[in-house]
């Protein structure tokens, strides 16, 4: 991931230059490191500056705002080294001239699954599609429906774009972003199909696999009557964890094959046949006419005001609630006033990681507010009442 190594420099001059007033929107410190709000070519996210432990400059990239194109992290740190001149030590943000991406219109956020409707058009969801092979196999297969594709890895979701422009396909959306959030942002009985194949297993870290009973109920509100969640994978653990969570359930039709034959062939399914492994299928057929969730939550801070003594009100420890939770992982104060903070919040198997930006004039999460869920939405009630103290 793009970052650069530099000598140390002043940092006191970012404060007089002029070019950067639009270009880095503030700065914030704790003890530790320096974070950079950037807006370039109007996508906003954080820059982090730490000093190494022999006193030179590491400017990087943040996880939790990091944009989809990584070409936007290297311009705008080679624009900062060009214009600080900064003498850099060692880099990573080459950029690479690539042909302009033409899939770039199927490649879609989280914000614009915001109260969408797909009328008579068929959706189907494909979740963790690694190497889009059959994400690209059903697209092509039927062109006539919308195949969504969502990723967490990133890597992945650029690649699908790309062979989505090489292939001229017109079907496929692309959203980097968990799997698990996403579904809740769909109404109901709007999809056809959801596809979850080889899910990593996650045996140590159960909390943090794909399916589950939450997935499971989101699943079943998603998809039409008719419509089918379908499991593929190779681990007899996630298999018969799978059908225990599928049979919880009040009322639910379950399907299992074992070592069916499908027209592609993933290459995780590829390794797994190649070691004469069992693979499973599972489907589960929704039966239910869902009513519609609640889905147009506002996530503005407009009753709070801004306060100044926010670092000291603050709970250093997670706060803990039935259906959620609440942590102020890091409080940064913004050079000029003001303070940034990253929480860590919402569902304790779904968590999400925001930053919430808090000056004399705004006060905001950024770069974009949480998942518009019913759970989310009561997190950030309970977030309102802890910065107002
Ligand atoms: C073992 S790979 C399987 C890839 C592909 N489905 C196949 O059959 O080859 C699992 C994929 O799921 C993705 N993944 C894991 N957790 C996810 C989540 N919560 N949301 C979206 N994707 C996820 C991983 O990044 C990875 O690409």
């Known amino acids: 991931m793009p970052h650069i190594k530099t000598k140390p420099f002043n940092r006191e001059i970012l404060n007089y230059h002029q070019e950067f007033n639009d270009f ?54 080679a624009i900062l080294a060009d214009i600080l001149k900064l003498e850099i030590l060692s880099a990573n943000i080459v950029s690479y001239k690539t042909k302009a991406p033409l899939a770039s219109m199927y490649q879609k956020s989280i914000k614009d699954f915001e109260n969408i409707e797909f009328g008579t058009q068929k959706v189907s969801l494909e979740v963790g599609f690694g190497s889009g092979k059959h994400i690209v196999y059903q697209a092509t297969q039927n062109p006539d429906k919308l195949y969504i594709g969502v990723e967490i890895h990133t890597p992945s979701a650029q690649q699908l774009l790309k062979q989505i422009g090489l292939q001229n396909l017109t079907n496929i959306w692309v959203v980097n972003y968990d799997a698990r959030l996403l579904l809740e942002m769909f109404a109901s ?39 089918t969640l379908e499991l593929r994978t190779d681990s007899d653990r996630y298999f018969w964890y799978a059908l225990q969570t599928f049979f919880a359930y009040p009322k639910i039709e379950v399907k299992v094959h074992k070592n069916r034959d499908l027209e592609v062939v993933s290459k995780y399914e590829a390794r797994w046949r190649r070691q004469a492994k069992d693979i499973y299928d599972v489907w589960v057929v929704s039966h239910e006419n869902s009513p519609q969730d609640r889905r147009d939550f506002k996530f503005d801070f407009d009753t709070i005001g801004y306060n100044n003594g926010l670092k000291n009100t603050l709970p250093s420890e997670s706060q803990i609630f039935e259906e959620y939770f609440i942590h102020f992982e890091r409080i940064y104060s913004i050079v000029g006033g003001g303070w940034l903070l990253r929480v860590a919040m919402g569902s304790f198997d779904r968590p999400e990681h925001k930053f919430i930006l808090m000056t004399p004039q705004e006060i905001r999460y950024m770069p974009s507010p949480p998942v518009a869920t019913l759970t989310n939405y009561h997190v950030h009630q309970k977030l309102q009442e802890f910065l107002n103290e």
């Open 189 to 227: 009985n709007s999809l056809e199909e959801i596809y979850v194949h080889f899910p990593v297993p996650w045996d140590k870290k159960p909390h943090r696999r794909v399916i589950s009973p939450s997935f499971l109920t989101q699943s079943m509100r998603t998809l039409k009557i008719g419509g």
């Open 24 to 77: 880095i929107t503030f700065r914030a410190t704790d003890e530790h490191e320096e974070l950079w709000g950037i807006c370039y070519e109007g996508v906003e996210f954080l820059l982090h500056l730490k000093i190494d432990s022999d006193g030179n400059y590491l400017l990087k990239y943040d996880k939790v705002t990091r944009p989809l194109k990584v070409e936007l992290l290297k311009k705008s740190i």
